[in-house]
Structures are given as C-alpha cells and as structure tokens.
C-alpha cells in the first residue's frame, strides 16, 4: 500500500514515521516543532549562534557538546540556554550550543541528508520560500508530543505550524496537507489564544514559561531560515 503521498507536491505527515516515508522521495524536508524545538532554532540563528541538535537528554549530551565545543543546553529554568525560546533571546552570535530534544532533534537527525530546514510560526514565510529553492517536492512534518508510553501525540500547535508554512508553498497539496492549510487558515485570527488553550501550551504556563508561548505564537516575524549542515543548524537566509 502507498503511505508515500508520491502523487503530490506538498506532503505533511507526523512525526518519525512521517520522515520514515517522505524524506526519501522529497527534495527538502521542513520539521516543525512549534512548542519549542524549532522556535528555539529560529531565535538562537537570527542571532548568529550555531545549534547542533541532539535527541537525547542525559549525560551523552555533555560528551556531545565537549566533541563539537559547544555549551550544553540544560533543564528550562535551570540554565542559561535551554529548550526555552525565552532563555536564548539574549544569545551572542558565534555561540555554538547543544540543544538536546526528543522530537525536533530526532527528527532532524533522521532525515538522512535529504536537505533538512526546521520551521515555525515565527519564520513560516522564510520558510516556505527557502524549500522552495531546493524542489518541487516538499514533505512538512508536524513533530508532534509524546504520551507517556513513547507513542505520538499529534499536537495542534505543529499542524497548525505546519499549515502555517504549507499555506505559502506553491505545487499539488496532499489532502493531508490541504487540510493543515485550512486548519491554519480557520483559527488564525484567534491563534495567539488558542495556543494558550491548547494542551502543549497550558502545560508551559503552568510550569511558569507563558513568554514562551507568546514567542511560539508570533506569526511572519522572522526572516531566518535554519538549516541543518554538517549537523548543525545554522542561518541560511539569502
């Protein structure tokens, strides 16, 4: 059977399995981990820094981060740099940093040198125009949460994310991906809210992190294109 959307342009599907069976036959894969991978990536490269992505969080990370002589980014709230858009506003260009995540940074490393770019609300404009450049073929993958027992929770602010971005590609648009277009399309008057509704984003505001979620929500206001070369992402804006 065909789970390849091989017979359009424009494909999204979720999480690894998504890059499993898209990135093979795609010219440029975009991951979009809105909650917080990619808008972490967006803000640390406007800002000049590097970022190694890294999928696991334990003490492999800091003999990761000493191999590419990079900071470690560490637990939110606890550190200078961490999985918290908020915590990397500050960063100096030039800063090389480690960013361990169990779903933007994994499926970063999995697309298995298909050109890999990572996308939110914040950049989807930049986004969309930079895959543009590399071919027809685009597979957008919402990253999506995890429950408890590992397996995929599908997240509104990703699909949302990721019809953010496919709502600026041109080409033949999967179903899958037309309907993350209307999604986007449908809620983006009240997104700001929504996003605070939602379960990802009432998860960071109980913990303390809302100005992470108003960051994540920003919509079109970076012009930052982060692309992932030699393992790191870096600016690759024209």
């Known amino acids: 059977m065909n789970f390849d959307q091989a017979d359009f342009e424009v494909r999204c599907e979720w999480g690894e399995k998504g890059v499993l069976q898209l990135a093979s036959i795609s ?102 125009l930079a895959a543009m450049n590399y071919g027809q073929r685009i597979a957008v993958i919402p990253a999506g949460e995890k429950w408890h027992d590992g397996s995929l929770r599908p997240s509104f602010e990703d699909f949302i994310g990721a019809g953010a971005v496919i709502s600026y590609l041109e080409g033949k648009l999967s179903p899958e991906a037309q309907l993350a277009v209307e999604a986007y399309r449908g809620v983006r008057q009240s997104l700001e809210h929504l996003i605070k509704q939602c379960s990802s984003g009432q998860e960071l505001i109980k913990r303390g992190f809302e100005q992470d979620v108003d960051l994540a929500s920003e919509i079109d206001v970076s012009n930052c294109v982060p692309k992932l070369i030699n393992g790191a992402y870096v600016n690759h804006a024209r």
């Open 27 to 128: 010219d440029v894969v975009v991951i979009i981990d809105v909650l917080s991978f990619s808008t972490c990536i967006d803000i640390a490269n406007s800002r000049g820094a590097v970022v190694f992505p890294y999928q696991w969080k334990d003490e492999s990370a800091k003999a990761f981060a000493q191999s590419v002589d990079a900071e470690i980014a560490e637990k939110r709230g606890d550190s200078r740099y961490s999985l918290s858009p908020a915590s990397l506003l500050p960063i100096a260009s030039g800063t090389r940093l480690v960013l361990p995540s169990p779903n933007g940074s994994s499926l970063s490393l999995a697309t298995a040198g298909t050109p890999t770019l990572t996308g939110c609300l914040r950049n989807c404009g930049a986004i969309a």
